[in-house]
């Protein structure tokens, strides 16, 4: 740039009329002490933070009790139900409603709200033992890959690539076709059928975390604080990496659920001696044209209690939202 | 366009009517927590061709007031008082369709930040065809008339770089190439809102040289936004200062400057860094060794200032992946060699690829240097064992760039400077919290901030945080890596006196890591000018500054906004 | 790119043969060998169980069984199935029906799901956006074989608007609503996956720099949110043809759609593990070159990665 540049835009204009010079009325602008705390507010953790924004959210709510409901009737079956749900007779085959049987019977001649209280408890054991079981793999094998890079890095997300790249269904198949685990067939190789399949999800996303949060600057602070490199990643990197593997963790309950009546239905998941949601539904499906209701009422079950989960992980991520919680 | 041109010749004969005005402007936004006012009684007046600049800090509104003249405020913010007069037109009463026919061919704008605003899946020659073709000023000829368009903003082989992506340009291309969009269609008026902030110094000026001259050919007149005092000097006519929202002070931008009235400009005219011309001297009383060591002169008399520092011959060689040729090397360090004495502040100064923070990298022993010494006090830094670093690490500590990075937001203020004792090891619980108390209370923050979290402290009040933990092992280095070039002027002057206040009170030593020539002046008593891995000059501050001896540091020091203006010596 | 598309390309071979071996494994190394399988435990003569060892490759090591059987599927000489048929000549048949069905389910999801994502999106927090949001989870909640009864219920049963099962020729017409059922829960993920990148791209920076230009709406929407949102959008499709087919199994139970799955399906049942090892492997290998296009694609459409 040469040296005689203007340093204005303008050439004034002589017409152009004198600027005047304004000073506000300090009594209506007071000065501030610069970069003042206020006292007064309480200490928020971001936890605390998206707690506050969860429970004004109606969706929460309603999700979280939902939730709630769910656990409790599988946990305490007892309160709801005294009928057996084992306990059929084929008098009662597809009967509708009568006293104390509330949602009619099975073509088994079973008590529908029976059937549906009892299978609570493996449809959610299948759903919940899933979920920590893919974060426990996924998420070590996943911060360990985006933390450490490098060869470990490319290892195992090829590894993860050869797991991803069998549908799920598909895999479950094969699986089953193990001989030890068809004559096994339990909650806990369904469990474990899932775990397999399910593990390279939340292993890139827990990755993909782990890689925005280990070059942040305060994890290189920690480092010439002297803490080791493996204490880092612990006490720094994973608590920041949670939130997208919580949001994405609660949206898969949900889907193992539904993944473990699919299986059910296909006849790869709970054996038949087990009460479930899926199996019911499963079951249902032969009775369909005369008695519609067997099927929707587990059905009815298992999609709320999904659906729950799934609006769940979308109101935790809005709370958890990075953008939204910015300063 | 025709109209607007006869309008204009009509008004040259008579007397010039103002091209905007704002009157008694209020901006609300909805937020959460209900209406929040941002902007309050603004008034701004631009005549044809002038340049006026709204300085103000972050959130005093400035952007707001801009965009709301072009229509642009975000979806929960509405104009809910005054007027926006252009050229005696009302656009708070304009309807859409009138607001899109005068963005760009009345109205141009320049946004701030280049990386973020060139969208990235369309080459930069379309992101300038549309903008042409939007206000019907196409010419047949298009691609020659967008290659005119960017070759008139300063882009070097324009044919050719309309056909790239955003992303092979460089920032200050980009920027060029957003000038070119802003001034395509002519406008009338530009905003150009921070338009150089994301920049290095040199690139900044002859950006805005540029513009100058352009806006100047064309007849433009400039809405300018900037936080820089001394920028807004230099380059407007007219300076408005806003302040939470509302406009304090304005007039000609000399008489603010030299004669500001309002205490909030006085305020900002005193901690403006590119105004000041001496090295911050600590207002606390010192002890005569480190009063001693703060004075550069002092050195060669007084015995006690040796070399904490001796880094030699450092070096540091990346492999490059990919590229032609397998296995390319960049020198990102090329033979530094500097000492740092006891108790002084060496600045190394340096634009954006100098290789100063890797130098900071190596010094702090986060990264292992290709070649070359680092001796920490008689030892070399490359040759410690494992115990002989963890010791070293409580010696030197470092304070980052980003306030909203260098903190862990899950921890709060207490954990966050408890950890370094911790980890060491040192005290009890009950004297690690007397030592954070004492330690906040060295930074000025209360001590009721320990239980708050990151999140809830304001930028300034996190770099005191990170400076309260660098203390907490009393090291004898701090490494300052761009510590306050993230912060607003008057917060960033806070911090620096801090940093002279605890250098006086403890004898700290400070590396200095920066882009800003301004800062080094208030803070260095030594200066390192890196350009492309190599140290181009050495001295003390006032030999820098005063005969610096090479082109590119000269180049550097003018650069500096502000630099240029002649001001009384009082306020310099 | 070149160097781009040849990186990608070698990295799916590892993935490939990777998959495949542990399906294979799986299968023939743990689940014992055909012999028995084919015998169902009864005795057999040694004549029959030579001829069997030496059609299987049961003699040679495992892995050379398994560079066997790789051979074999690339020449597409897969040996005879138990019924006595050629396995190839069951999977040509079965296998364009399939494809035909998750190509239509593709349609059905892009077209429906990007159109409601779009102005779910631009109309963010209105009727139409909670509406369909809602409607997509609830799809999301249900698994996809009580949506295929119900529908088979009440759109081919009740209403008799489609035929409930499909037949043997599975022609277009008679997919249509296999094709919906299998398309629901994608349509639903293409739906939100929208949305998100539609709201995330409508206050980009760049969006504002379009508007400040002097563009109309119309154009800043198409030429500048649209053009960047289904970047995504597009990447997913091409990745989800390969599941659709690998997950059409459920689909083609339901309607007794002469496809893939169901082939596979009636395999599993009968432990027959060569026809379970082709086919899953063919499925694999749709799914692993789906995604390697979808690469390619991604990299064409998004300037920033082609040279990476």
Known sequence: MPENTPLRSTQSTPAAPKIEHFVADVEQTPLQATDSLNEQAAPLSMWAEAWKNLRRQPLFVISALLILLALVVAFFPGLFVQVSPTQCDLINSNEGPSGGHPLGFTLQGCDVYARVIRGAQASLAVGVFSTIGVVIIGGTLGAVAGYYGGWIDAVLARLADIFFALPLILGAIVINSLPYVREHRSVWTVVATLVVLGWPQIARITRGAVIEVRNADFVVAAQSLGVSRVKALLTHVIPNSLSPVIVIATVSLGIFIVAEATMSFLGIGLPGTVMSWGNDIASAQTSLRDNPTTLLWPALALSITVLSFIMLGDAVRDALDPKARKR | ?572 | MLRFIIRRVLQVIPVFIGSTLLVYFLVFSMSGSPIDALSGGKPISPAVVAQLTAQYHLDQPFIAQYGIFIKNLFTFNLGPSFSGQPIASIIARAFPVTARLAVMALAIEAIFGVTAGVIAGLRKGKLFDGTVLLASLVVIAIPTFVLGFLLQFVVGVKLEWAKPTVSSGANWGDLILPAVVLGLVSFAYVLRLTRTSILENMNADYVRTATAKGLSRPRVVMVHILRNSLIPVVTFLGADLGGLMGGAIVTEGIFNVPGVGNTLYRAVLSGEGPMVVSIVSILVLVFVLANLLVDLLYAWLDPRIRYA
């Open chain 2, 1 to 572: 366009m025709s109209k607007d041109r006869v309008q204009i010749t009509e008004e040259d004969s008579s007397v010039p009517r103002p091209l905007l005005e704002l009157r008694d402007l209020a901006i609300t936004f909805d937020t959460a927590s209900g209406e929040v006012p941002a902007v309050r009684n603004a008034n701004l007046t631009i005549m044809p061709g002038e340049t006026v600049a709204i300085v103000g800090e972050s959130g005093s509104g400035k952007s707001t007031t801009a965009l709301a003249a072009i229509g642009l405020l975000p979806e929960n913010g509405r104009v809910s008082g005054g007027r926006i007069l252009f050229d005696g037109e009302d656009l708070t009463k304009a309807d859409n369709k009138r607001i899109i026919e005068l963005r760009g061919r009345s109205i141009g704008m320049v946004p701030q930040d280049p990386m973020s605003n060139l969208n990235p899946v369309w080459k930069i020659g379309y992101q300038v065809k549309e903008t042409l073709r939007a206000n019907n000023l196409a010419r047949k000829d298009v691609d020659v008339q967008v290659a005119e368009v960017l070759a008139d903003a300063g882009l070097p082989d324009a044919a050719q770089r309309a056909k790239q992506y955003p992303h092979e340009f460089s920032g200050g291309m980009r920027q060029r190439a957003l000038i070119a969009i802003g001034l395509s269609c002519s406008p009338r008026l530009l905003i150009a809102d921070e338009p150089t902030s994301a920049l290095d110094v040199t690139v900044q000026r002859q950006i805005l040289d540029h513009l100058a001259t352009m806006t100047a050919e064309l007849g433009t007149a400039v809405l300018l936004i900037t936080h820089d005092l001394g920028l807004a000097a230099e380059r407007a006519e007219k300076v408005v200062v806003m302040y939470k929202g509302r406009v304090v002070e304005s007039g000609p931008a000399l008489e603010i400057l030299r004669n500001p009235r309002h205490p909030y400009t006085q305020r900002l005219v005193a901690s403006a860094p590119s105004l000041a011309s001496q090295r911050i001297k600590s207002a606390k009383t010192s002890s005569v060794e480190s009063a001693d060591v703060l004075l550069p002169k002092s050195e060669a008399t007084v015995s006690k200032s040796d070399d904490v520092i001796e880094v030699r011959n450092l070096t540091k060689v990346y492999k490059l992946r990919g590229g032609k040729g397998a296995g390319a090397d960049f020198k990102a360090v090329d033979d530094v060699s500097f000492d740092i004495k006891r108790g002084s502040t060496l600045a190394v100064v340096g634009e954006s690829g100098s290789g100063k923070s890797t130098v900071a990298k190596m010094v702090l022993n986060l990264e292992k240097p290709t070649s070359g010494k680092i001796i920490f006090d008689g030892t070399d830094l490359t040759a410690l064992d494992k115990k002989a670093l963890f010791d070293f690490r409580r010696r030197v500590q470092p304070i980052f760039q980003d306030p909203y990075g260098s903190l862990d937001p899950m921890y709060n203020i207490y954990r966050t400077i408890e950890e370094p004792l911790r980890v060491h090891n040192i005290g009890d619980k009950k004297s690690r919290e007397a030592k954070v108390r004492e330690l906040l209370d060295q930074v000025a923050l209360p001590a009721s901030s320990m239980r708050r979290f990151p999140n809830e402290l304001s930028g300034g009040q996190r770099q005191r945080v990170a400076v309260a933990r660098a203390l907490a092992l009393d090291p004898e280095i701090v490494i300052c890596d761009e510590a306050v070039s993230a912060l607003d002027v008057l917060v960033q002057a806070q911090i620096l006196n801090l940093l002279a206040d605890l250098q006086a009170e403890l004898g700290l030593t400070y590396l200095f890591i920066t882009h800003d020539l301004a800062v080094v002046r208030q803070i260095a008593d030594h200066v390192c000018v890196m350009e492309k891995g190599k140290v181009v000059e050495a001295g003390t501050t006032d030999q820098v500054f005063n005969d610096p001896a090479q082109a590119y540091t000269r180049a550097l020091l003018d650069a500096i906004p502000g630099s240029r203006l002649e001001l009384p010596p009082e306020v310099a």
